[in-house]
């Protein structure tokens, strides 16, 4: 029988729509099959950690909820959103169908299963509230939905913070509402927690280790067997979601053993250089300042951001963001289409400065007199050929007639060397200029 998708369904025809009988993790693990097949990125937005990647797959499609641990600005946030996106992308290209109204979008083959194959075990994993309302009714009167994944409706993110109660995360059953109305099954009566508006997607906490063990506790049920029991309630809820949570370092001994034990922990690492180019390169387009960004000044924001972490203050990869962007700001603040050397100086010590605090202000600005790095050597490491092109601006003082009197060989030289977008005169004179700045010509 061909049903219409547009029609209204009942329990009856669920088989005729070929509905999903896996778990969320065997529906994660089913659309990164799906992916790789079609070759494409899982994760097309986070650069490098292939093997954190691979693990971060491995142990969620296990069934295992993950602990993502690493320093600040390392890649943990983006992961665990990128969790979501796929399992998104699989609600939307294959039928997943739950019982009209369940607060927990459960699986609407528990219920078939139940009522139409007489399989009494497939009651334990129908809500309490759907059994109430339909395990008495016969098939055809029971309506059914498809499902699929909004935030709050599949997807519930909880900020780690000292305040956050149980009640929050397991959901809340309001006993003068129950007065009041008077029937404990009606929907009114239950106000979904964060487990309940993640159920059968994504539930993300991001820094476990800031919750207090109150908070903690609340998500051990879950964990381990895959439900959970709103507060005041006598009622137990089935629950099926993949759970992904970040730690920074600084924080991870505050995560209960008892909660830890329950989950996998993956350490992520910073990336390397050229993933965090890559980064800051996509962070710079949110900016929409359309100007030219030359390609080593880049690189060495990111390598100065890089070698001088951790001698003053804490430099992660949204320092090498942020510096990146006040530069091009001030290059666009001055109404100049090339990001110069000044304006990579302004990014860099405004960042740097602007990560200490009152005791460390004096520290910063002597490692930042001692340990910055020289753009000359930078350069001439990088382009060889243009300590060529140095002799030519040491006689004309400025870099725009420097280059206006280069040999066309020494150009081409120089142009050797640099990437695509970089072949052009503006990028060069931009080079020549950071070396007059540099020397104070």
Do not use: W
């Not at 602990?67 to 992961?79: E, Q, R, S, Y």
């Not at 609340?218 to 507060?231: H, M, Y």
């Not at 008892?258 to 989950?263: D, F």
């Amino acid at each position: 029988m061909m049903v219409v998708e547009n029609k209204p369904q009942s329990l009856v025809d669920l088989y005729d729509l070929s509905p999903c009988a896996l778990s969320v993790s065997g529906r994660f693990i089913h659309r990164i099959r799906e992916m790789v097949a079609a070759d494409e990125d899982a994760f097309p937005f986070v650069y490098g950690l292939g093997h954190e990647k691979r693990r971060l797959v491995e142990v969620l499609a296990a069934g295992s909820g993950v602990l993502i641990k690493g320093n600040f600005g390392v890649g943990k946030t983006h992961l665990c959103n990128a969790v979501f996106s796929v399992l998104q992308g699989y609600y939307q290209t294959n039928p997943v169908y739950t019982n009209e109204g369940c607060p927990v979008r459960e699986n609407a083959i528990h219920l078939y299963n139940y009522l139409v194959e007489a399989d009494q075990s497939a009651l334990d994993n129908v809500c309490p509230m759907c059994r109430h309302k339909y395990a008495s009714q016969k098939a055809e009167s029971v309506p059914i939905e498809r499902v699929y994944l909004t935030e709050g409706g599949g997807f519930a993110r909880i900020q780690g913070n000292e305040d956050i109660e149980p009640q929050m995360i397991l959901g809340m059953y309001h006993l003068i509402r129950f007065a009041e109305i008077g029937d404990p099954f009606d929907p009114r009566v239950l106000e979904g927690g964060k487990i309940a508006q993640a159920s059968g997607g994504v539930l993300f906490v991001d820094e476990l280790g800031l919750m207090n063990n109150e908070a903690q506790y609340a998500l051990i049920q879950a964990l381990q067997e895959r439900r959970f029991s709103p507060s005041n309630s006598r009622m137990t809820f089935p629950v099926d979601l993949l759970f992904v949570s970040t730690t920074n370092n600084i924080n991870d001994f505050r995560i209960h053993k008892a909660v830890a034990n329950r989950l996998v922990g993956l350490l992520v690492d910073r990336v390397g250089l050229r993933e965090e180019m890559l980064i800051v390169k996509k962070e710079l387009v949110k900016n929409g300042f359309n100007l030219r960004f030359p390609e080593l000044f880049l690189e060495f924001i990111i390598t100065t951001i890089r070698e001088l972490n951790n001698i003053a203050v804490y430099l992660g990869p949204r320092s090498s963001i942020r510096a990146a962007r006040i530069a091009a700001a001030s290059a666009f603040v001055e109404g100049r289409f090339t990001v110069s050397y000044c304006d990579v100086k302004e990014g860099l010590h405004t960042e740097i400065t602007g990560q200490g605090d009152e005791e460390t202000f004096d520290e910063i600005n002597a490692m930042l007199a001692k340990d910055f790095p020289s753009i000359v050597d930078f350069i001439k490491q990088r382009v060889p050929a243009i300590e060529n092109a140095y002799v030519v601006i040491d006689n004309f003082r400025d870099a725009e007639t420097a280059f206006l009197n280069m040999d066309m060989l020494l150009i081409d030289e120089i142009m050797a060397y640099l990437v695509d977008d970089d072949r052009r005169p503006e990028t060069i004179k931009a080079y020549l200029d950071a070396y007059a700045v540099a020397c104070g010509l």
